[in-house]
């Protein structure tokens, strides 16, 4: 008999002990596929506004650091910007966060509820006409189309007006819901007019919109406003940015470019391609926060824990079917065969505790995306990672078991 077959033979006649077995790999697998997604939606997160953005090369002030701390600098650095060669045009970007708060608004039944606390949402301010030049709309993202982002732009003209994005956690209200509360507020009971009012920094605001980029770690709501606004809820002055859009011309090398305005611009900014401020931000949040080193140990506990139960089956299995080695012994296999089996018998562990824990991650990862808010998304590469893990976990843990096997003597039958 193959040591495969002696491995699923031996898997086979313990059928409970193997189901626990299997239940304590699928247990570790789940946990690791919901920590390498934690870690992708985070990297996902960090990169989310940029991925929205359209550009060539950005300009932050020379303090930035990662989107809530992003520091600022002077409008006239554009200015000098567009006098460099090989640049086309270039666009201001905004971001700040405010306190929202909801109206009290009546139920499906009549009932009153109390107007919202007030809850951190970001804030994006940028030129209102140049919607489709400072966000990617041709690929259906933050707008369906340009022609919506075109019909968003006379919205965004007035100064009490935003969009709010749709992907926003439900405690900031619903875009249907919060374009039926006129400007003025919703009158009801006990409130009347502007003392139950949508607002933004005890301001009154009003919804025009909505666009989609998403939530994460980073906020759980958004709105985009126009600059003017922006400096006025958020008492910014509007003479300072937080980040300046570059856009190239067709023929222009992005480097030399970058090395140009590097060279011409004073030291308070910094220029960066999409891949170096995408691999800062990720860089951040994956290395830097507490998010993501309590993630990476995440996976390393999760890992180990698989190795210590699977080990502990395993072991329990074989000093119960010591006198079962001990006369495969007597048969005259050499230790190696011995070996095989044990090893081939984690294998199989690994397989059939990986199929029903990827199952579940599915289930998982939808719930993440849907109720929490996060990115986390099942991928190729993903699945691939956890399955060798799992093979490399359970692999160990029969390494840790073989020499139990090696142990029976076959002098014991007698």
């Known amino acids: 008999m193959t040591p495969l077959l002696l491995a699923w033979s031996n898997l086979v006649h313990k059928r409970a002990r193997t189901a626990i077995a299997v239940a304590g790999v699928a247990f570790a697998v789940v946990l690791t596929f919901m920590e390498l997604g934690l870690l992708g939606g985070v990297s996902k997160t960090a990169t989310m506004l940029f991925d929205n953005l359209k550009f060539d090369l950005l300009i932050t002030s020379k303090e930035y650091m990662d989107l809530s701390r992003p520091g600022e600098f002077p409008r006239a650095r554009l200015a000098q910007a567009r006098a460099v060669s090989g640049v086309e045009s270039t666009d201001p970007v905004l971001v700040g966060v405010g306190q929202w ?67 926003s956690t439900s405690s900031f209200g619903s875009y249907e ?44 709501g958004m709105l985009i406003c126009n600059e003017e606004a922006f400096a006025d809820y958020l008492f910014r002055s509007p003479d300072r940015l937080n980040f300046g859009l570059i856009h190239l011309k067709p023929d222009a090398d992005k480097l030399q470019v970058q090395r140009d305005l590097i060279g011409v611009l004073p030291s308070d900014v910094k220029v960066y ?45 074989i000093r119960n079917m010591m006198p079962e080695y001990a006369t495969v012994k007597a048969l005259g296999y050499r230790p190696v065969y011995l070996t095989k089996v044990v090893l081939w018998q984690a294998v199989l562990l690994a397989v059939l505790g990986y199929l029903p824990g990827f199952l579940a991650a599915f289930g998982l990862f939808y719930a993440a995306r849907e109720v929490g808010g996060i990115p986390a998304r099942m991928t190729v590469l993903t699945a691939i990672e956890v399955l060798v893990l799992t093979l490399v976990m359970c692999l160990a843990s029969g390494v840790l078991a073989v020499r139990r096997v090696h142990s029976a003597d076959p002098a014991d039958l007698f």
């Not at 891949?275 to 860089?283: L, Q, T, V």
């Open 101 to 167: 708060r909801l109206p009290a608004r009546k139920g499906l039944f009549g009932s009153i509820s109390k107007p919202g606390d007030g809850m951190s949402i970001n804030v994006i301010g940028v030129p209102p006409n140049r919607l489709t030049e400072v966000f990617e709309v041709e690929q259906g993202r933050v707008f369906e189309n340009a022609a919506e982002a075109k019909a968003a732009q006379p919205k965004l003209g007035r100064t009490n007006a935003f969009l709010i994005d749709r992907k």
């Open 177 to 220: 819901e919060l374009k039926a509360i006129p400007p003025d507020g919703a009158d009801v009971p006990g409130l009347k007019g502007d003392r139950n009012s949508v607002r933004l920094n005890g301001r009154r605001a009003e919804v025009v919109g909505e666009f989609e980029v998403g939530t994460g770690f980073s906020w759980q």
């Open 273 to 317: 391609t999409r891949d170096e401020i995408n691999a800062d931000e990720s860089r951040y949040w994956l290395k830097l926060t507490s998010v993501g080193q309590f993630l990476y140990v995440a996976v390393v506990l999760a890992i180990v824990v698989g190795i210590i139960f699977v080990y502990q089956m395993m072991a329990a299995d």
